[in-house]
């Protein structure tokens, strides 16, 4: 596991599995949030129905670039071009990894503060009164 070219191949196999995570986490959060959710956000006040707003827009946005980066991680820049001469590979492929490592971490936590704003929403949707 110690050559670079390994542990890029491991890098682009761990963003890969990420970016297929996110794409599912976002349907399937998406699905419940419109079957379990309130039907009508009029129905709340003001500021609970603000709340809900802000939060699925903030945690869909989150899930949108955490995919984003996923997607960037796992197949990089359009037109990047890889030099052939020994060295500069080899670089390549040290530099790739962490820059691989990097986008997936920051996919990962995009994700969880995605999922928690969402669960955020679909809650304050369950538990704040509507109007009367």
Known sequence: ???PERQLQAALHQAEGYRNFLASLTGVLTAIFV???QEDLSKLESAPRWTVIG???AGFVALIVGSWLSVRAVHGRPGEEIM???GRLLRYEKDRTRRIWRLVE???WLAL???LAIAGAVIVTW???GKK
């Open 106 to 108: 920051w996919a990962r």
């Open 55 to 57: 939060l699925l827009s």
């Open 35 to 37: 079957l379990k959710g």
């Open 1 to 3: 596991m110690e050559s």
């Open 113 to 115: 503060l995605g999922v």
């Open 84 to 86: 052939l001469e020994a």
């Open 127 to 129: 538990v704040w009164p």
